[in-house]
């Protein structure tokens, strides 16, 4: 990369990951041509309940991923956060020299240690029998802020609408959780990811006016930035809607940030 990029893809699952065959060099080159840094976030959660975990191999990474590290491609995780591997985790994202830590909620309690991409039908059968699955959800992520302190910024907020039955959730329809959620986001000092996943999404046509209630309302509540990911396991979701996020963002006046070294970085 000739120059320093204007911005950084701060969400990206490469080969490293078990869901993911993009090799690293190849994620770099794409985001490279578009003028974008990159910051791998390859997988970390710890599926005690169902004994079995989905995660990047740490002997393997960040050690074989040194070599690509550089000013415009920095190492980080996505980890996922759950309340019983609150120990764990922390001893992760402190025993290795990461630039970044997403903290992520794949895994909240009412799923019984099932990841929400694999719960759709039993969000359904909530649906059926009247929890407000939205409402458990949003409290599990203000317990997971409060409790852990070792991760950067809060993950896809909207990680529950990728699977839910539902439009994806206004704030409107759930006020005073998102507003905790945000309060806590801003008095511990983390921030908010902005993941890109869902725009463009045909089954959910709302996504913008979704996204763009929660995080004004985010704003309103002192938030002033944001890190911007698309999720990407694959060469062809790189930068994914880059554009209209940035057009969203701009009107609710939020400033992208990146992380090095688990500093924040504002770039202008």
Partial sequence: MSSFPNIFDSHVHSAASPDSEMLPNEAIDALATQGMGCIFTEHLDFFPKTGSDFMVDLDFYPRAYLPYRSRTVLLGLEIGLTAECIVKNR??????????IIG??????????????????????????????Y??????????IQQNDFFDALGHIDYISRYSPLPGSLYEDFPEEYDAVFRA??????????????????RDKDVRQNLFAIY??????GGRFVTLGSDAHTLARLGYQFPAALQLLSE?????????ERKRICKT
Avoid: C, W
């Fill in 252 to 260: 609710i006046g939020l400033q992208i940030v990146y992380f090095s």
């Fill in 185 to 202: 986001v801003v008095e511990n000092d983390k921030v908010l990811e902005f993941n890109t996943a869902r725009m463009g999404n045909e």
């Fill in 216 to 221: 004004s309302r985010y704003h309103a509540l």
């Fill in 104 to 133: 992520s909620v794949h895994v909240p309690d009412f799923t019984n240690g099932v990841d929400l991409a694999f719960f759709g039908e039993h969000l359904s059968k909530m649906q059926e029998s009247g929890e407000e699955f």
């Fill in 91 to 100: 001893m992760v994202a402190n025993s290795a020299d990461f630039d970044y």
């Fill in 135 to 144: 409402r458990l959800y949003l409290s599990y992520v203000l317990d997971m």
